[in-house]
């Protein structure tokens, strides 16, 4: 008895691992999506069909996102965010390397560039898109305002660092510093424009 007591335990696995392994299935669903998404557009699949690519059962599925939108609101909004801020973070992270208005002017200019590829511009209109979705949808809310709450961060550590670095002045050049508070003005509107969860507009 005591062998089988053992053996039980020892075949039972750890909860590190069962986590690890629901996190790798999370990750394939999300991979899984975002092919479809660039496949056939963002209504052009099934959530049975995201199973069957991702090697999920469809219940699995259900019991993780809340539904489709769900779904394509937080692939679209996670992989927009993330091209978006990691441009802005690396930028922000090379500014004590730069010297002189010039310099700066060249990366900020830089990091525009790198934010305007075509994948990237695609995966941002996708989240405009989400943001609409967000007015009346509830399964968009929340991937939606987790995103626009990452990019204004990312938005304002890059002011703190400028001004912190006594670089918003007149020498900048206007363009580039005006832009910058646009986009952190522009991210703060986004965010106001998704209701909360438990907004009567939603019900």
């Given at each position: 008895m005591e062998t089988l007591g053992w053996s039980a335990a020892a075949a039972s696995p750890s909860v590190p691992s069962v986590r690890r392994a629901a996190?790798?299935?999370?990750?394939?669903?999300?991979?899984a999506a975002s092919a479809l998404i660039d496949r056939?557009?963002?209504?052009?699949?099934?959530?049975s069909e995201v199973a069957d690519l991702a090697g999920v059962s469809r219940?699995?599925?259900?019991?993780?996102?809340?539904?489709r939108t769900h779904l394509v609101a937080e692939v679209v909004s996670g992989r927009a965010t993330a091209s978006m801020?990691?441009?802005?973070?690396?930028?922000t992270g090379e500014?004590?390397?730069?010297?002189?208005?010039?310099?700066i002017c060249r990366g900020f200019d830089e990091m525009l560039r790198?934010?305007?590829t075509p994948d990237v511009v695609a995966w941002h209109w996708q989240f405009i898109e989400m943001v609409a979705w967000s007015v009346t949808d509830p399964g968009a809310v929340e991937p939606v305002r987790t995103a626009l709450r990452?990019?204004?961060?990312?938005?304002?550590?890059?002011?703190?660092?400028?001004?912190?670095?006594?670089?918003?002045?007149?020498?900048v050049g206007p363009i580039s510093a005006g832009a910058l508070v646009l986009a952190a003005?522009?991210?703060?509107r986004f965010e106001s424009l998704a209701p909360s969860s438990g907004g009567g507009s939603l019900g």
């Open positions: 996190a790798a299935k999370i990750d394939a669903v999300r991979a056939h557009g963002l209504d052009g699949f099934t959530m219940p699995w599925l259900n019991s993780v996102f809340d539904g801020c990691s441009v802005i973070d690396g930028f500014l004590d390397a730069l010297s002189g208005p010039e310099e790198a934010l305007n990452d990019v204004h961060a990312s938005v304002e550590r890059l002011l703190i660092v400028v001004d912190d670095g006594g670089r918003l002045r007149p020498e003005s522009l991210a703060s």
